[in-house]
């Protein structure tokens, strides 16, 4: 997804996880991927929230007006995670 998505970009939070602080429709700045290791379970990224950075899952963010190769790759994430896959 790295090569794919050009950071830094804006997104939307479309459904609250009980490992991230967003809510449903709070809007972040998605700084970039979260490292390797730190992804055990879902596709991490990290974005600046109340002047921090923390790393949420991707599958809880929706990017606001992304290019077409973003859009692409996101949804294609947001589908396998629909479909039950995870690492």
Do not use: N
């Not at 459904?15 to 709070?26: D, F, H, I, T, Y």
């Not at 973003?70 to 994430?77: L, N, R, V």
Request: aromatic share 10%; charged share 25%.
């Amino acid at each position: 997804l790295d090569d794919k998505i050009r950071f830094p970009f804006q997104a939307k939070c479309i459904a609250p996880k009980v490992v991230s602080p967003l809510r449903k429709g709070e809007t972040v700045e998605v700084q970039g991927m979260a490292p390797e290791d730190a992804c055990s379970a879902d596709m991490l990224v990290l974005i600046r929230w109340h002047d921090r950075t923390m790393a949420v899952p991707l599958s809880q963010l929706v990017a606001i007006d992304p290019d077409q190769s973003a859009a692409e790759a996101i949804g294609d994430w947001h589908y396998w995670v629909a479909q039950g896959y995870c690492f």
